[in-house]
């Protein structure tokens, strides 16, 4: 059976004109680039997870899922201060009731935004974003500048639906009709493509976007500036030139602006200087994020909480303090006793000392592949592959709000989704801490 507008859900830009044809042992789609035909193809996969395991003798071992799920309740309940890492390729409504669970332990709450574009959520919280939905892009959009990113190769979708190369209601003529300038130390397959390439010198970001900001106010920046960054003072100006004179400019950043020195500043000073960019013409601020629903995790806990990830609920309140209460540090301080992994190989993700102490501790994973966090870890349950087994919602890149709609069902009777392991965990923490009334909230 053919099914048609399917939404990915490989990476952020959540591309909505997939075409399925799916029967047994057998899956063909159209539309998709290779991560997303990756993503596809690990529905029928010989190695997909299909059964809980729990570790005996230092070996995975198969198991009943009641057992499974009795087990990960007692390693939670007994923690004092449980991990939760809610992984992005999972829907919202998995992350809510995570983030309820959180709550209600009193764990550490975190997700993929910690490893990635924390920086870039802090600095929007510092200055605010200027923002567009990716069709303004396409439809208005006649300047794109991706700053330290590479999405021909990262998310090549992005550039052929929204950013490059579609012909929108004003751009008519595609490719033509739009200027492309890239910012980065390489020389990437998106800087040769581009119109032009800035190739700063890494690490001088801020000092880039500061002289920037400077020739703005209509002053020259010092020429030191020309050696810090390695980038002319002329071109500097015809860059500036380029952004002031289009109809509706864009800065889609990457991970190569928040992970350089400065981090979350950068991404500050750069959404301040469009904020001064809009005195001459229309600019907007975009992040180019890589995992599918990166931006769900954030916006749910901040709806319910008030923070967009890192959150501590040790003493009965959220707290926020990125450095103190995110993954990587309260793993290298070893200030948690248990962890929670949910659709993400965490271990694959953190520095060796991070990873070696998450190997000491209990550890429950819930994903559909075997990776290296599956291997050290004590409780393994099978996880649904949302978008395509069951429904439920995703943030796309630019943070608007898409239903996805399944083309089959889960694989499994015990569970239809992760939001329902995760209920069904939630339930049997909820009986072992003899709380089955803690709060209207939680039924």
Same mark, same amino acid.
């Given at each position: ?75 939670? %309940? ?156 002329? %071109? ?99 200030? %948690?006793?248990?962890?929670? %992994? ?102």
């Amino acid at each position: 059976m053919v099914f048609k507008n399917i939404i990915c859900p490989a990476c952020g830009a959540a591309c909505d004109d997939i075409q399925v044809e799916f029967g047994e042992e057998k899956i063909e789609a159209k539309n998709l680039c290779k991560m997303g035909n990756a993503k596809f193809k690990a529905i029928i996969s010989s190695r997909r997870l299909r059964q809980p395991l729990i570790k005996e003798g230092g070996k995975l071992m198969a198991a009943a899922w009641d057992e499974a799920l009795e087990k990960a309740a007692d390693i939670l %309940v007994s923690a004092k201060r449980p991990l939760l890492f809610m992984g992005s390729e999972t829907s919202c409504e998995a992350h809510e009731v995570g983030l309820m669970i959180g709550e209600y332990l009193g764990a550490i709450v975190d997700s993929n935004t910690t490893i990635g574009n924390g920086p870039t959520a802090m600095g929007i919280q510092e200055s605010g974003k200027v923002g567009a939905t990716e069709g303004q892009k396409k439809n208005r959009g006649d300047l794109v500048v991706y700053w330290g990113t590479n999405p021909l190769e990262s998310m090549p979708r992005q550039m052929s639906r929204y950013g490059v190369f579609p012909r929108g209601y004003w751009t008519k003529h595609g490719r033509f009709d739009r200027t492309i300038i890239t910012v980065d130390p390489r020389k990437t397959p998106t800087a040769t493509a581009s119109d032009l390439h800035v190739q700063l010198k890494p690490n001088s970001d801020y000092e880039l976007i500061s002289a920037l900001l400077t020739l703005l106010h209509g002053k020259i920046p010092h020429h030191s500036v020309e050696e810090i960054t390695g980038v002319p003072i002329p %071109v500097m100006e015809n860059m500036l030139d380029l952004m002031k004179h289009c109809n509706l400019g864009s800065i889609s950043v990457g991970l190569g602006l928040s992970s350089s020195l400065g981090k979350h500043r950068n991404v500050e000073i750069a959404m301040n200087f469009v904020k001064e960019l809009n005195n001459y013409s229309k600019f907007t601020f975009g992040i180019l994020r890589g995992h599918c629903n990166v931006a769900g995790f954030s916006q749910i806990a901040s709806y319910m909480y008030g923070y967009p990830f890192g959150l501590d609920f040790t003493r009965g309140y959220p707290r926020y303090n990125p450095g103190e209460f995110t993954t990587v540090d309260v793993l290298r301080e070893k200030d %948690v006793d248990a962890a929670f %992994v949910m659709c993400t190989d965490l271990l694959n993700q953190i520095p060796t000392d991070c990873a070696a102490y998450l190997a000491e501790i209990p550890l429950i994973y819930l994903d559909t592949s075997p990776c290296p966090t599956m291997v050290v870890s004590d409780i393994v349950l099978p996880g649904i592959i949302d978008a395509m087994e069951c429904d439920g919602t995703f943030y796309r890149l630019d943070d608007v709000a898409v239903h996805v709609e399944p083309f089959t069902d889960s694989p499994f009777e015990f569970t239809k989704s992760n939001e329902d392991t995760l209920k069904q965990l939630f339930a049997k923490i909820k009986e072992k801490r003899n709380h089955t009334d803690f709060s209207p909230f939680y039924i």
